[in-house]
Nanobody
Framework: QVRLVESGGGLVQPGGSLRLSCIASGIVVGFHDMGWFRQAPGKQRELVATLTTGGSTNYADSVKGRFTISRDNAKNTVYLQMNSLKPDDTAAYYC?????????????WGQGTQVTVSS
C-alpha cells in the first residue's frame, strides 16, 4: 500500500545542481517524518537529510549548506534540492518514510535514484 517513488537523478558536473523528487502514495507525507539517505557502492547507507512533520530539518555535516529537504503537501511529494554538487555526492539516493503509530514503527523506502557527479 505504501509506495515511494524517487526521480530526478542523473549525471551532473561538479558544482552543478539537481533536484530529487519522492512521490508518495498510500501515505500522506505531511503526517510523517521523511528523509533522504544515500549509498555508494561498497559503502554503508548514510543519512543525508530529515524533515519532521513540524517542519524542522537536519542534515549530514557533509551536505550542510548545499542540500535542502522540503515538502509539498498538495503534491504529496518530498524534495531534495542539491547544489554545489561534489564527486563525493555520487550515490544512489533513497527516500524514507518513518511511519509511527501508537503500536508500531515502520520504515518504508523507495527504489532509489542514481546521482553521478563527474566532469
Amino acid at each position: 500500500q505504501v509506495r515511494l517513488v524517487e526521480s530526478g537523478g542523473g549525471l551532473v558536473q561538479p558544482g552543478g545542481s539537481l533536484r530529487l523528487s519522492c512521490i508518495a502514495s498510500g501515505i500522506v507525507v505531511g503526517f510523517h517524518d521523511m528523509g533522504w539517505f544515500r549509498q555508494a557502492p561498497g559503502k554503508q547507507r548514510e543519512l543525508v537529510a530529515t524533515l519532521t512533520t513540524g517542519g524542522s530539518t537536519n542534515y549530514a555535516d557533509s551536505v550542510k549548506g548545499r542540500f535542502t529537504i522540503s515538502r509539498d503537501n498538495a503534491k504529496n511529494t518530498v524534495y531534495l534540492q542539491m547544489n554545489s554538487l561534489k564527486p563525493d555526492d555520487t550515490a544512489a539516493y533513497y527516500c524514507n518514510a518513518d511511519i509511527r503509530t501508537l503500536g508500531s514503527r515502520e520504515n518504508y523506502w523507495g527504489q532509489g535514484t542514481q546521482v553521478t557527479v563527474s566532469s
